[in-house]
């Protein structure tokens, strides 16, 4: 097999974690699999760099921020390329620029643009380990790129997605994508696969392992997705493409985001287009919206409910209350204390009544449900914060995650 | 004026120097001058890296530690762009493949092949400061390499020649060239200008601000260098061809190296290619010979005189002892105590009576000289280690160099 394996910070944290990655690439070597590694900054060292260059100016050229932190990414590659010949492996350890990934010019956050992969398959089909520095490309003028947070994870997936690869794994300190926060419910269970979608979803909803940019990118290039932990030998969790998953379970997980407020809004003047007004201008002020209500009033107003990010709340006031200065809304209230509680599952799609069962499950423990929102394979229910825990694990319960 | 600027490991040694050297490069723009800085790595940076390689192998595979080694000039050089950005000034970073530095396969100690100034003249002419990173270059493989001790310097003077710069400063912890050293000789001058020849020979002779491929380039290339100190404003010494040297004195400085030691070969068989037959065995034992004697002896035999770096010395002696077991060398003196004492000069090649001086001058101090060896623009003198700087001085003296 060809396997591409992505180590993150944490994992090379160290002189002697670096030694730990070289050890697991050749275990892997020895198994027959042709390798090609992929390799975030020593951890602290991006900061580091960071703080060099704000020494000097509190908004830094993007540009020259790019050149700087790139640097953090080939010292990890290099040395763990000094480790694996050490052992006797060949490895020959590339930048970003020398792996073929082509970048847009947005410096700082560029997207991959293409993948020329003709260095790493001649030095593949040389019998090396190829070992790259992540989160990084060049533009089109030759100028170095980085990709952002989660940056490596992308290289990984598009380095995999363009040399066809049968596996990309991600190394992180966690061991796999939970039924629910293990921390919340001690029953959860590791997953051993999870669609594309499913972890589009259980990543939106607050499971941290893997960005979202990553997935999309590994579900449009059809990349198998392995997380699993350097930490440790045991299987991580598969992230594939539905049909690959046979006998998909209705539910897949339960995931829980804190990090919501509430805003109600309470006497919207009924006019065309208030709707859109409003939210238009939301979103020019970069707040996200999430799940939306809206009820009509008795009085030919209407009320709408919605949440935002946490720290997005500000910002969003300063936008509600010019409309109550406008008197197009009457008044707003904002609830900083709920919770999103997500049913995950692409099992849904063709069975009836898991939403039922969710509603049935909140009753049960007397947890009244201030919002509710629904897609093919999720249902979300905003409830008071104070029932978090409860509430995921009675869910958990419900649907026999632990089993 | 188009102005290269290099500024070493020191003169960019911490943050705070780094601002020193972007308040000089504007200095510099400012006075209306293109300016062109390379930069070596934050000293103690390169050690550091070369101390990760050392934790996972005692020779770390070179192409992998060019990639290590290279990133502190980015480091350097991203840092000073965003200091002199944040300043108001338009600048940009390039690595030596950007700069278009393109040097053989040899790692870690590559040589200059050509250089495409082409990127450089581009952001140059779109009026940008362009800070370079020194040290390194790249293969025709694309390879990163780097250019061993003194690197940086010669990035500056290849990349100087390649635009035709006006001139080629090298910014150090010392202000210029001396008539002598001047922790030996207070009474030392600082010279205006010196020609390649003359640096060349005392770079040798243990004068140790600049390398001597470094010099030897700009003589090649035409550029005119001068060295300077990043932490004062002092000029500092033009080195040039002869040509542009009126008025050459006679002799333009004393160098002495503490670094030798003598050996002496007593009772040399006298037999065809013997002599050839001793110093090709030096040679392939990679000892280096300076100043050879020969004389005859009474017997049929002769002695030979001749002096390698102190370090070389235990390797020069075990080809001697073996010559010794096999009869062909009666016997073997070594001594650690001496030192070179060289006047040198182009003067000298059209005046007679230079070395007469010299020797003339050891005399009056009761000083004796072990060796002689002359050449068209120095003299050297091997003399008893106790008698360095009395020597210095006297020579110093003798010419007149204080004036």
């Known amino acids: 097999m060809l396997i591409v394996q992505k180590f993150g910070g944490t994992s090379v944290g160290d002189l002697d974690r670096i030694q730990n990655v070289a050890d697991r690439i050749a275990k892997t070597a020895d198994e027959g699999h042709q390798v090609v590694a992929v390799v975030s ?3 602290g060292e991006t900061n580091k760099l960071l703080g060099y260059a704000q020494h000097f100016s509190r908004q830094p050229v993007r540009s020259e921020v790019d050149m700087l932190l790139s640097s953090g990414e080939r010292v990890t590659a290099s040395l763990l390329s000094i480790a694996l010949n ?36 001649e030095s593949l089909s040389q019998g090396n380990i190829v070992v790259i520095a992540g989160f990084q490309g060049v533009n089109e003028k030759g100028q170095v790129t980085t990709l952002g947070r989660g940056g490596s994870d992308l290289s990984a997936v598009a380095v995999a ?3 066809k690869a049968d596996l990309c794994e991600i190394y992180t300190d966690v061991d796999g994508i939970y039924t629910t926060d293990p921390r919340v419910e001690p029953k959860a269970k590791k997953l051993e696969k999870i669609s594309y979608d499913e972890m589009l979803e259980l990543a939106s909803l607050g499971a941290k392992v893997l960005q979202n940019r990553s997935v999309e990118l590994a579900k449009k290039l059809n990349v198998n997705l392995v997380t699993r932990s350097s930490f440790s030998d045991a299987e991580g969790t598969l992230i594939t493409k539905e049909e690959n998953i046979m006998e998909e379970p209705l539910v897949s997980g339960i995931a829980l985001d804190r990090n919501q407020a509430r805003i109600s809004l309470i006497g919207v003047m009924d006019r065309p287009g208030i709707a859109s007004d409003i939210f238009s201008r939301l979103a020019e002020n970069n707040v996200n919206i999430d799940m939306i209500i809206q009820t009509s009033g008795h009085d030919g107003t209407t009320n709408m409910d919605f949440t935002v990010p946490m720290d997005e709340l500000e910002d969003a006031k300063s936008v509600v209350e010019s409309f109550i200065d406008n008197d197009e809304i009457k008044e707003a209230g904002y609830d900083e204390h709920i919770c999103k509680v997500s049913i995950v599952g692409v099992g849904m799609k063709s069975h009836t009544g898991v939403a039922a069962k969710a509603f049935e499950s909140m009753a049960n423990e007397n947890i009244n449900i201030l919002m509710i929102s629904t897609s093919e394979i999720k249902v979300s229910m905003i409830v008071d ?19």
Chains 1, 2 share one sequence.
Do not use: C, F, W
């Not at 492996?89 to 993948?115: F, Q």
């Not at 914060?385 to 089993?403: F, G, I, P, W």
């Open 41 to 43: 900054a020593m951890s």
């Open 86 to 121: 050490e052992m006797g492996y060949k490895a020959n350890s590339m930048s970003g620029r020398r792996a073929g990934i082509v970048t847009d010019a947005a410096h700082t956050k560029a997207r991959i643009e293409s993948i020329n992969p003709k260095s790493i398959q």
């Open 161 to 163: 997605g363009a040399l």
């Open 385 to 403: 914060e104070k029932y978090a825990e409860l509430a995921v694990r009675s869910l958990h319960n419900a649907y026999e995650l632990d089993r």
